[in-house]
């Protein structure tokens, strides 16, 4: 189970801290990532850090945010800084499938909104 918390709404240019506590799975062997579902795209990569902390961003937050995990926690983090309107949507943390990179398991999701 994944379970995210941390969205809100801000004003651009503004920052949120989102968190996703995992259970039921061992959350140290896993690649973990963030996705988004905005007003223009079902689904979009956003970040994702691997077992190793080898972290990749999507070109759109890179600069901005920064996803980061705590293991000991079972708690995986996306720092958002400097947000803009089109960053507005639902964001979800999700396991990912270590040969595909593409999601295995999602949260709920949290909303984040960012008016201009």
């Known amino acids: 189970q994944l379970v995210e918390s941390g969205g809100g709404h801000v004003q651009t240019g503004g920052s949120l801290s989102l968190s996703c506590v995992g259970s039921?799975?061992?959350?140290?062997?896993?690649?973990m990532g963030w996705y988004r579902r905005t007003p223009g795209k079902e689904r979009e990569f956003v970040a994702r850090i691997t077992i190793a902390q080898d972290i990749y961003y999507a070109d759109s937050v890179k600069g901005r945010f920064a996803i980061s995990r705590d293991n000991a926690k079972n708690t995986l983090y996306l720092q958002m800084n400097n947000l803009r309107p089109e960053d507005t949507g639902v964001y979800y943390c999700v396991t990912l499938n270590y040969y595909t990179q593409e999601p295995d398991d999602w949260g709920q999701g949290t909303q984040v909104t960012v008016s201009s």
């Open positions: 039921g799975f061992f959350f140290a062997n896993h690649f």
